[in-house]
């Protein structure tokens, strides 16, 4: 016999979540205290005095007593069993109306395919993909369809990540190997820091926001995500001092200049250290700009990741563009996926990809040999039938705000 429970506690939660194959950070009871201009509640369902569902839901206050919920890749259960979904989800929709809820969207984790960019036209959906919609549906659930665009929905309904493997490297793009190489020639250093510097982080997360003509987040966002998850945030930070590979490669090209002005040198040697002297000509260009505004140690890029269970969250990444040519990011990519490995996760996640799977983001991320996971996708839990409508058009300017 289930049971619908209206409080169940943080910890009994985050350990059924961690131990669920629908894991997810977002339903990490401490996501509530990142998403604390929402009010929230945690609630699930149990059978013979166990746990079998769980969700975190986040609830926006609206005008004139309303509110509406979410609850982002949950409730966490078993999708395949007809009578537990049926019955949370009514159980959801009575309880939402002592808050007077318009409706109640959610998004949960069930992959739906999972493949290479390559093989998207060889992959077919799960063969209980249609039963878990039905399901829902029997619930009261509508599914908002297969979307492909990210603005389309709260959450990516494609990400890309990567699964734990012996030899990471052995499975990249040979260029992303070269341009790691670049990187560590050039003198790139990647370190995890603490929370003392969130500061630099959001300086560089600033430089990418005016470089993409977006909107991101801010110091006191990042520094409470690292507050909220302590040890399991996870902040990575690239830097260099530019002098250095100046210093080097004019020191590199006086002494091409002096070798090719020998007289015994044979025809391969002279081709070899022209090919040599022009691409080091090249970089010379690139490193004198950056000389001209930089002359020390400079942080040029981070990274942001949240571990959950298994999986870890890379879930802000940015550059200064003025080091583009140091390859910071692909190096930092080597080592950061190495690290969480190391700390026992099984997957790394890479954040959200257009599900038309052509833009430069697919193709960056396809690089590291990163599947794509393509998600069930939105539903909406119409609790008061008679105002669902309107409120779809409020949500829709909420959304606007940012969720």
């Known amino acids: 016999m289930f049971i619908f429970k209206e409080n169940i506690e943080p910890n009994q939660h985050d350990e059924f979540v961690k131990n669920h194959p629908l894991c997810a950070l977002l339903q990490s009871s401490s996501w509530a205290s990142v998403k604390d201009n929402w009010d929230h509640a945690i609630v699930g369902v149990e059978e013979d005095g166990q746990l079998v569902g769980s969700s975190l ?56 395919r999972e493949f290479l960019v390559k093989d998207k036209d060889k992959t077919a959906y799960a063969d209980n ?46 260029d992303v190997r070269k341009s790691k190489n670049a990187a560590l020639r050039k003198h790139v250093e990647v370190k995890r820091y603490g929370i003392e510097m969130v500061d630099v982080f959001s300086d560089i997360m600033h430089l990418t926001e005016i470089r993409k003509g977006v909107a991101l987040r801010n110091r006191e966002y990042f520094k409470k995500l690292m507050e ?15 002098t250095i590979r100046g210093h080097e490669v004019q020191e590199r090209l006086s002494e091409i ?9 044979s025809l391969n040697q002279i081709d070899r250290l022209q090919i040599e002297q022009k691409n080091l000509t090249e970089e010379w260009k690139s490193l004198e700009e950056v000389l001209k505004k930089y002359d020390s140690n400079t942080y040029i890029a981070g990274a942001l990741m949240i571990g959950y269970g298994k999986t870890v969250e890379m879930l802000y990444a940015g550059m200064n563009e003025d080091f583009k040519s ?13 690290f969480v490995f190391d700390q026992g996760y099984e997957y790394a996640c890479m954040g959200g990809v257009e599900g038309t799977l052509d833009d430069g983001l697919t193709g960056y991320k396809s690089k590291f040999n990163a599947l794509v996971s393509e998600y069930i996708g939105e539903f909406d839990l119409p609790v008061n039938h008679l105002l669902y409508r309107l409120s779809r058009l409020a949500y829709t300017i909420r959304k606007e705000r940012r969720l």
């Open 57 to 112: 839901v986040l609830i926006k206050r609206l005008p004139f007593s309303l509110t509406m919920m979410y609850i982002p890749r949950g409730p966490i259960m078993d999708y395949e069993n007809k009578e537990l979904v049926r019955f949370y989800l009514n159980s959801l929709s009575t309880w939402a109306k002592k808050y007077h809820c318009l409706f109640i969207k959610f998004d949960p984790g069930i992959r739906i």
């Open 129 to 174: 993909t249609q039963e878990i919609i039905h399901n829902i549906e029997n619930g009261g659930g509508r599914h908002l369809g297969f979307t492909l665009d990210m603005k389309d929905t709260v959450q990516p309904r494609f990400q890309m990540g990567v699964h734990k493997v012996d030899d990471f490297a052995k499975y990249v793009q040979k």
């Open 257 to 265: 200049e002096k070798e090719l002005s020998q007289d015994n040198l």
């Open 228 to 242: 909220v998850y302590q040890d399991d945030a996870y902040l990575f930070l690239c830097s260099v001092d530019p």
């Open 326 to 338: 140091f390859k910071p990011q692909f190096l930092s990519h080597f080592i950061r996926f190495q």
